[in-house]
């Protein structure tokens, strides 16, 4: 539904709230206006990445903090990473509604309050709760990233302006166990939550003026909030049944009860998601050649690139190594991974597809893992295979997500791309739960051994996937929907 001039003209009153601020004249008769709409955009790809591999690093100083177990300090990252999961695409289609701009900008501001409510957290609990209400933020900025970007820039400027957002992701991924064990080790953890702030504010500024409004907006599907309930039920109790089996404060019964929950909230999301006119998953999607086999080795995929992100500052730590030099240590997991997407289409055999890329990349993975599972835990042995692991990783993830968006009718290029996103999300906290279910079952040095075997184990599971699904694909879909390879 395109709006016209007078559908944008300037309200009065309360509806200045939900109104898109037109772009300076000066500014919007530019030909390198889109750059800067798109340098904006790359402000909250960049958070977003950075807030992703940062936080990992404070787990130590929080329980240290907190006097609570690591089963207890991992929701800080599984709480954010579910209400990622169950909000991104009822929010994207929100967006498509009432605008884009106008729930970026919303989105950039509950994310900065949010982290410096974080940053000011009395207990563990509140720092939790604000998670949550951060990744709501977060998830308003991730929808609409790619659609602020590609409706920014001019068509034959669409693959650069996608690489700027790219490159922007990279970075912060990149960055952030540096700046997050520096942070811990100097001025203390809740700076980990406080350097959103000013990056947050200088880009809310620059979004106001930067990015265009939305001109073409949906009449508004119906979002099955029914079907989020449920996806939400299940993946809480599922992971906190994998809480208590690692040591949180709860009876071993709450275990099975809340697993029982989990089963039978998936059963009736599958249910609903069958018979629903408007489907968060649409499942006939999953029946689609390479579809399903390529979202469960991208949950894989991103399992093992988050694992570490645990695995190794907690292995470390017990060793007495501060929090700066492991985040140096495993800088080299996020670097390999920046160096491997970027470079990837340059450096592979142009005969490589997609379904060769992604072999590569799981043997890649496993190889890796393998190593780090027969290698002692030690700060000179690490950075090789960590980088390996990266290099490995951002070969994979870009190769299979594109298969898995190639394998979608371009029709459904959006319930994909937020089926790739919630594969992401799920893989990301199942790394999490997975490292501190066997640092827990299997204490001392023995269980950093048995936490890398256990990645090893889900690498080769992905490997098997890619290596026995369909290589047919859909042709004439959206070919450049296939951004997810960033994590």
Known sequence: MALSDSDLRRPRGWA??????????????????????????????????????????????????FHTPL?????????????????????????DKHGRKLVYLYGFGLFTAASAACGLAPTLSLLIVFRVVQAAGAAMLQANSVALVTTSA???????????????????????????????????WRWVFGINVPVGIVALVAGHYLLP???????????????????????????????????????????????????????AFVRRQARCADPLVDLRLLRTGGTAPGLFGGLCGYLVLFGP??????????????????????????????????????????AWDNRARSRAGTLGCVLALALMTLLPLREALLPA????????????????????????????????????????????????????????????????????AVLTACAVLGWTTVARRPGRTARGNARGNASGGGP
Request: hydrophobic share 55%; glycine share 12%; net charge positive.
């Open 71 to 95: 089963a207890a300090v991992q929701w800080v990252s599984l709480a954010y990473m579910l209400t990622l999961v169950a909000l991104l695409i009822p929010v994207g289609r929100l967006s």
């Open 154 to 188: 001019p068509p034959e400027r669409m693959r650069a302006a996608l690489g700027m957002q790219a490159a922007g992701q990279a970075i912060g991924l990149a960055l952030g166990p540096t700046i997050g064990g520096a942070l811990v080790d100097t001025i203390g």
């Open 309 to 350: 992100l645990v695995l190794v500052p907690v292995g470390l730590a017990r060793q007495g190594i501060g929090a700066l030099q492991s985040g140096l240590v495993l800088t080299a997991l996020p670097v390999g991974f920046a160096v491997a997407a970027t470079l990837a289409d340059r450096l592979l055999p142009p």
């Open 385 to 452: 295979p960590l980088a390996l692991l990266g290099l490995a990783l951002g070969v994979f993830l870009p190769a299979n997500n594109t298969a898995v968006m190639r394998a979608v009718p371009a029709t459904a290029a959006g319930t994909g791309g937020g089926m790739v996103n919630m594969t992401r999300g799920l893989g990301t906290a199942l790394g999490v739960a997975a490292v501190t279910l066997t640092l827990h079952l299997v204490p001392g040095r023995t269980g950093i051994a048995a936490a890398f």
């Open 16 to 65: 200045l709230l939900t109104w898109e601020r037109p772009r300076p004249e000066l500014i919007r008769t530019r030909p390198w206006a889109w750059r800067l709409a798109v340098a904006t955009v790359c402000f909250g790809a960049f958070m977003g990445q950075l807030d992703a591999s940062i936080v990992t690093l404070t787990y130590q100083a929080l329980r240290n903090q």
């Open 213 to 267: 409004r939305t001109r073409q907006r949906s009449g508004g599907d119906r979002i099955d909030l029914p079907g989020v309930a449920l996806l939400a039920a299940s993946t809480t109790a599922l992971l906190l049944a994998l809480s208590v089996a690692s040591g949180l404060g709860l009876p071993q019964w709450a275990a099975a009860a809340l697993l029982a929950l989990a089963v039978a909230a998936g059963w």
